[in-house]
T-cell receptor, first 110, second 115 residues
Framework: KNEVEQSPQNLTAQEGEFITINCSYS?????LHWLQQHPGGGIVSLFM???GKKKHGRLIATINIQEKHSSLHITASHPRDSAVYIC????????????FGTGTRLTIIP | KAGVTQTPRYLIKTRGQQVTLSCSPI?????VSWYQQTPGQGLQFLFE???????NKGNFPGRFSGRQFSNSRSEMNVSTLELGDSALYLC??????????????FGQGTRLTVV
């Protein structure tokens, strides 16, 4: 069983829809990261969080440490949000190693 | 502030050859981590360097090695290349404080094709 599980694996939605991507993990963590990868390959870090909720523009990330679960929400989705979204965790305190989920491929149709 | 720079962006090598990839972290960042991304295995951790010392290592064979220089730039080397080493190799830099986890910033990656 993977230490980090994401759902769904693929998601297609219409422009403007509210999007939710889920991440569950099975180990104790010091931080959880949400990453975005576009077709060119480069990865952008969207959020790093260890508790509560963070918001950047139309993106919101939440984490529930007790339930070992995090969600990434996109409000008013746009075709430029189409990308692969990857959840990653840092399992050990002070350790920079990341363990990744398999990613969610999001496609927003105009 | 300049981002993480990886060179080269694309590389084609023949089985049995060796390859060296380079990663220049964000100025002031002391931790550099390397990752391999393949369609079958996804993103996997290779190793992490902090202040010229390998601090963590993933489950890869000894053909994969790396080092970090005093200016925090890092190189990774793969010897005796195999077809299965074809992948996107990503590096990430972070402040790398020993007592806390810090945000990672990724480079654009080097796409290695082994033929």
């Amino acid at each position: 069983k993977n230490e980090v599980e994401q759902s769904p694996q693929n998601l297609t939605a219409q422009e403007g829809e509210f999007i939710t991507i889920n991440c569950s993990y099975s180990v104790g963590i010091s931080a959880l990261h949400w990453l975005q990868q576009h077709p060119g390959g480069g990865i952008v870090s969207l959020f790093m969080l260890s508790s509560g909720k963070k918001k950047h523009g139309r993106l919101i990330a939440t984490i529930n440490i007790q339930e070992k679960h995090s969600s990434l929400h996109i409000t008013a989705s746009h075709p430029r949000d189409s990308a692969v979204y990857i959840c990653a965790v840092t399992p050990n305190f002070g350790n920079e190693k990341l363990t990744f989920g398999t990613g969610t491929r999001l496609t927003i149709i105009p | 502030k300049a981002g993480v720079t990886q060179t080269p962006r694309y590389l084609i090598k023949t089985r049995g050859q060796q390859v060296t990839l380079s990663c220049s972290p964000i100025s002031g960042h002391r931790s550099v981590s390397w990752y391999q991304q393949t369609p079958g295995q996804g993103l996997q951790f290779l190793f992490e360097y902090f202040s010229e010392t390998q601090r963590n290592k993933g489950n890869f064979p000894g053909r994969f090695s790396g080092r970090q220089f005093s200016n925090s730039r890092s190189e990774m080397n793969v010897s005796t290349l195999e077809l299965g080493d074809s992948a996107l190799y990503l590096c990430a830099s972070s402040l790398g404080g020993l007592l806390r986890t810090t945000e990672a910033f990724f480079g654009q990656g080097t796409r290695l094709t082994v033929v």
